[in-house]
């Protein structure tokens, strides 16, 4: 195991303890497995594995690994995987070098990268707390290399093998390729299927095994350029075969040879829960530790499915002019605090204020309904006291694609569910929160609208070309007995 720096390990996790109120023993626990973790459980370490390794809530350790990045214990890694085949086509350190397009080498396949799905995000110690292989890729092992660095752990089989295991029990044969050399990989082959591939290029091939033929001894030449590899297409005997792979680039590559069952078909491989980027950009520490973390791609990142809430106060020019300009200002100010821990609470995230508006994410529309509700609560918790209500409060939600981007130096999102969940809120008046049908129908709103005497209408938005479904929650549960607002 690689020596640790004592110093700068303590002296951070002392600043990770004070960032925030954790639950006991959870930097004990980070900080054994900074110091006894193997070099591949401190590699691109995923949250949702580690709290449900340490007994903790997911989204403390999402938190966890978030403030230990700020604190410099961990850097973040951008991950952009295949679905197919769950190999890693890029890894990047930082938001704003995530290209929304990529290309997998091993299929063969371009992909555009969504938030939702393409796009994981890890945590490696850093080279300064402690040195792994991982921080210097090419000289780890092959297998390594190929089966950890490469590939992303969480593909799983449909019997929850992961693809990543699978793969290199498979792989009989695996060499690097130094340039201008021919390298010799040898395996014996049965009722197969050859497939030779390189975990950077598209070099590779699929060749035949005829189980037909009588078994004897083959040496079959191959060559190796920049993204392919060219050898007779003639079916192989069953027995033993040693490809003689000629290198014929400027560059050390590498290839390795799995033997496939004959007519082998990749089963559509599922994922285990991960941190997305989504996920990320819906959560509160990030958007605030890392406020400098951009998209740098001019046409933004897609999301397929966010939640977005906008609220309005209702009457606040006129608060100004009844209580002054300084009451309101602190009034307003405690207004945007209460819905932020609302927020938060509900595993969402603030994207702007908008002068008296705010504009939040979710990735839940439960969630999100839920926090309009306890919206409306704070605030009238706010009024309670007062003569006149001071706050008057207006929500509406919509869900849909959105397209993550930067507006004046921060995250911001972009598109036409933008459009339409600021206008779903403008149909809204004093204490009223508005639903578009996207969000009514998801899992679980009804349930909780269920004391409410909800209000089905349709409405014209400007911008959208025909009437739209909207739901009106009244300000108050209907007057049922032994209603509850959940």
């Known amino acids: 195991m690689s020596s640790i720096n004592e110093q700068l390990l303590d002296e951070r996790l002392a600043a990770l303890e004070a960032a925030r109120p954790w639950s006991p023993r959870v930097i004990s626990k980070l900080e054994s497995e900074i110091r006894g973790g193997d070099d591949a459980a401190l590699f691109r370490v995923n949250p949702f594995t580690f709290a449900a390794e340490k007994n903790l809530s997911a989204s403390e350790a999402v938190d966890l690994f978030l403030h230990a990045t700020a604190q410099g ?26 290209d929304a397009h990529f290309r997998c080498a091993n299929c063969h396949d371009d992909y555009v990268a969504t938030l939702d799905d393409y796009i994981a995000v890890g945590f490696t110690i850093s080279p300064a707390i402690r040195q792994i292989g991982y921080h210097r890729p090419q000289e780890l092992p092959l297998a390594d290399y190929c089966f ?30 130094p ?8 395996v014996t082959v049965g009722d197969n299927l050859i497939f030779a591939w390189s975990p950077d290029t598209e070099a590779g091939f699929f060749h035949p095994v005829d189980a037909t033929r009588p078994a004897a001894a083959q040496t079959v030449p191959v060559r190796y350029g ?15 075969v040693t490809f003689q792979v000629e ?41 605030d530790l890392f406020r400098s973390e951009v998209v740098r791609a001019s046409e933004g990142i897609g999301i397929n499915d966010v939640t977005l809430l906008f609220t309005d106060l209702k009457g606040s020019t006129a608060l100004y002019e009844r209580i002054g300009d300084l009451n309101a200002f602190s009034l307003v100010q405690q207004h945007f605090d209460r819905l932020q821990d609302v927020t938060v609470r509900n595993e969402g995230a ?29 605030i009238g918790e706010v009024n309670r006291g007062s003569a006149d209500r001071d706050l008057i409060l207006k929500i509406g939600l919509h869900k849909g694609a959105a397209i993550a981007v ?44 269920a004391p409410f005497a909800v209000e089905p209408r349709s409405a014209r938005l400007r911008g959208v070309g025909e009437e739209i479904p909207v739901y009106r929650v009244p300000a108050e549960p209907a007057p049922r007995e032994g209603a509850t607002v959940s």
């Open 148 to 177: 950890r660095f490469k590939i992303a752990r969480e593909g799983l089989f449909p019997d929850e093998s992961p693809i990543a295991a699978v793969k290199e029990a498979s792989t009989p044969a695996i060499a690097v390729l």
């Open 247 to 287: 290198n014929t680039t400027s560059q050390r590559g590498v290839l390795g040879i799995t033997l496939l069952p004959a007519g082998f078909e990749l089963p559509p491989l599922h994922f285990a829960p991960f941190l997305s980027g989504k996920h990320l950009l819906t959560t509160q520490t990030f958007r």
């Open 179 to 186: 340039p201008g050399e021919t390298t010799a990989l040898q």
């Open 226 to 240: 920049e993204n392919t590899c060219e050898l007779d297409p003639a079916p192989l005997a069953p027995g033993e």
């Open 73 to 98: 214990l961990f850097e973040m890694n951008w991950v952009l995987f295949c679905q197919l085949c769950a190999c890693v086509a890029e890894s990047v350190r930082a938001l704003h070098d995530v």
């Open 350 to 378: 603030i994207i702007k204020t908008i002068g008296d508006a705010v504009m939040a994410t979710f990735r839940d529309p439960a969630a999100a309904v839920r926090a309009a509700l306890a919206m409306r609560e704070e």
């Open 406 to 449: 930067t507006l004046n130096d921060r995250l911001d999102y972009f598109g036409q569910t933008v459009n339409v969940a600021a206008r779903v809120q403008h149909l809204a008046d004093a204490g009223e929160i508005f639903l578009s049908q996207d969000v009514y129908g998801a899992e679980g709103v009804e349930q909780i609208l």
